[in-house]
């Protein structure tokens, strides 16, 4: 018996109207970027794995995706030999990758983006906007709303350090979501805080640390952040400062006072005070319907990030971060072009399509592509029914005829399966009195009209 076919986990296959509901989010990001300015951009699904290495920190290195060269690595590379040389397994393992691996999947686009922007360097105008959505690859444990493949959709300005770009950002982030009707909750700090916060405690050096730890209290709690940070070697009067400084309910005025009293002798955490006050300035005197929240836990993980820090949330879902990102200073410099900064963020169109699935919020014309569907009589009324539906897509509506003259009933429940509003039947009775039945599947209404008012009848239906 042949083995059953499946998906690896964290995987999954998009039927057509998954197709048509996805493709729905990705026209309003597409849309929403284009109206800022962001031009388009794609990258290979596959890097240099010296590219991606080193740029996400301990834990995002560990869920890189590696590639198998191909070829006999095992006969040609003198696997025996360092089998015989070398007895730790670790060490082997170590010795071994760099021999059967030198590529990888993408884990991000921001990488591959800085990745880009050095190689053409030469060929471009600073600042450049990009957006780009494609899917990359984490080797992580599946779970809900969790998954190994998925997209991305990546707006990114580069050559510019004015926060007038997060301000942008944060105004693209709220159209993006009031277009799609999701209520969110856009979360902002700033690295420098950050950093302001461990240099208070003596932490300098242990900035990655701190970061890492923190950004993982929404998922795991007080308790579980407070137990990381003293197993990476915080002492516990380091966390019984910081933890009511992360967790304060303070208004964004008494944050801010509270953070000048304690950053009176730290210059990075003041630095990044004033860049958070500039921001929420700007912010104020803009008009943006999501909530704006100032939140001193919130940390994003990565290595990279160097100033402003972004991350949205559904106000009525719970499903984690569905929008995140933040300014970055140096992420060119990795590749050989220092002193470049960057900001972008980037939008989880899986979590996003998970958040509307759960609030039924996908509009009704997302439900099928076909709005209008002639049935198919046999050969002779195909011949009249051909130049019709050719009408009807020239005047903008989505067409096809049933392929078989195979019995109406069964024709009629290809159009109520595939969710099609119009069916339209011109068989010979309707062609010898030159008119048309079109009926709308919605209501069951049933109408014979004359054949100049098909188009005037569907678009009254459609609409």
């Known amino acids: 018996m042949a083995q059953k076919p499946s998906i690896p986990k964290g995987t999954r296959d998009f039927g057509p109207s998954v197709m048509i509901r996805r493709n729905y989010i990705f026209r309003i990001i597409r849309e929403v970027f284009e109206s800022f300015g962001y031009q388009p951009l794609e990258t290979p699904a596959m890097e240099s794995l010296d590219t991606l290495l080193g740029k996400y920190g301990e834990e995002g290195d560990r869920l890189i995706f590696k590639i198998l060269n191909s070829g006999d690595f095992a006969g040609k590379s003198g696997w025996t030999e360092l089998g015989n040389e070398i007895t730790d397994t670790m060490q082997l393992s170590k010795k071994l990758s760099g021999r059967i ?52 959709c990546d707006v990114d300005v580069i050559g510019s350090n004015s926060l007038l770009n997060e301000t942008e950002l944060v105004q693209l982030i709220n159209q993006v979501f009031k277009q799609l009707n999701i209520r969110v909750i856009i979360k902002l700090n700033n690295r420098k805080i950050l950093a302001g916060l461990a240099g208070m405690i003596g932490r300098q050096e242990q900035l990655t640390e701190l970061t890492v730890a923190i950004d993982k209290l929404d998922k795991i709690g007080m308790d579980e952040v407070t137990k990381e940070l003293i197993d990476r070697g915080f002492s516990n009067s380091d966390v019984a400062q910081l933890m009511p400084v992360i967790t304060s309910r303070e208004s964004f005025q008494g944050k801010i006072k509270l953070l000048k009293e304690l950053f009176h002798n730290t210059p990075v955490g003041q630095e990044g005070i004033q860049e958070m006050e500039t921001l929420m300035k700007l912010l104020d005197s803009m008009e943006i319907s999501s909530s704006l929240e100032f939140d001193l836990s919130l940390a994003r993980g990565l290595n990279y990030y160097t100033g402003a820090i972004i991350e949205v949330q559904s106000r009525d879902i719970e499903i984690g971060s569905i929008c995140g990102g933040g300014r970055y200073d140096n992420l060119t ?72 003259p195979v019995k109406i009933k069964k024709q009629m429940q290809y159009a109520h399966h595939n969710q099609i509003p119009v069916v339209v039947m011109y068989g010979e009775e309707e062609r010898l009195q030159k008119q048309i039945t079109i009926k709308q599947m919605s209501s069951g209404e049933q109408a014979t009209i004359v054949l100049h008012n098909l188009k005037d009848q569907i678009t009254q239906w459609i609409e």
């Open 101 to 152: 691996t030198g590529k990888a999947l993408r884990y991000d686009l921001t990488v591959p983006f800085a990745r880009y922007v050095v190689q053409n360097r030469n060929n471009l105008t600073l600042p450049f906007k990009r957006y780009q959505i494609q899917p990359v690859w984490r080797a992580d444990r599946p779970q809900r709303g969790r998954y190994r493949e998925f997209y991305q």
């Open 333 to 404: 410099g990795i590749f050989g072009l220092p002193g470049v900064s960057g900001v972008g963020v980037s939008f989880g169109a899986d979590r996003i399509y998970d958040v509307l699935n759960q609030l039924h919020a996908f509009p009704e014309d997302t439900q099928s592509l076909t709005q209008v569907l002639f049935l198919n009589f046999g050969e002779d009324e195909v011949i009249y029914s051909l130049p019709l539906a050719e009408q009807m897509r020239r005047a903008g509506f989505k067409t096809e005829i049933y392929p078989d």
